[in-house]
């Protein structure tokens, strides 16, 4: 995925180079750091606050989940011995089966976890990428990169860091 997008950074680099040398078109090239811009919003820390309340809620579920099995597997371990074979298989077989449903809660919770993250995130991206977009076409930049996604190979001197200006649109520090 990151080697794919280095090469489609790679191409738009490329596209840009060649569009500036045959229209000789000036144009005006910005970077930004998305991740902090977010990180620096107000709504991020409410977000980042409903998603820690919603983590400690399947963790606490999660404990209970291992503290019945483990239970269950002790009870089973002191009784073992006296346990019909049967009743042994029985007992493991509910035993492989709560294992079982940990790890699928545990897989789920993590998946579930991870989609409503970006549900958190996306409205606060959405309004981060608007404002970036309004200080684009009021400063007439062509491009505006992403100093964050890890994609741009070299900075130049003449891109312009259009960080100040965002902040001041979306009226933060």
């Known amino acids: 995925m990151k080697s794919s997008l280095k090469i489609i950074?790679?191409?738009?680099?490329?596209?840009?180079s060649l569009s500036a040398n045959s229209q000789q078109k000036n144009l005006k090239i910005g970077h930004i750091d998305l991740k902090k811009i977010i990180s620096s919003m107000p709504q991020y820390d409410s977000s980042r606050k409903v998603l820690e309340?919603?983590?400690k809620s399947i963790q606490d579920?999660?404990?209970?989940?291992?503290?019945?099995?483990n239970n269950k597997l002790n009870e089973y371990a002191t009784k073992r011995d006296s346990l019909s074979k049967?009743?042994?298989?029985?007992?493991?077989?509910?035993?492989?089966?709560?294992?079982?449903?940990?790890?699928?809660?545990?897989?789920?919770?993590?998946?579930?976890?991870?989609?409503?993250?970006?549900?958190?995130?996306?409205?606060?991206?959405d309004k981060a990428k608007a404002a970036i977009s309004a200080v684009a076409k009021e400063n007439n930049f062509t491009y505006i990169f992403d100093l964050s996604a890890n994609i741009i190979l070299y900075n130049s001197p003449e891109s312009e860091d259009i960080t100040p200006?965002?902040?001041?649109?979306?009226?933060?520090?």
């Open 9 to 16: 950074s790679l191409a738009v680099l490329f596209i840009i």
């Open 165 to 173: 200006m965002v902040k001041k649109k979306l009226g933060l520090p």
């Open 53 to 55: 309340k919603e983590t």
């Open 86 to 125: 049967f009743i042994r298989q029985s007992k493991e077989e509910e035993l492989q089966l709560l294992e079982e449903r940990i790890r699928n809660f545990s897989s789920n919770a993590q998946q579930n976890l991870a989609d409503y993250e970006e549900q958190l995130l996306q409205p606060i991206i």
């Open 61 to 69: 579920q999660l404990e209970l989940m291992q503290v019945e099995y």
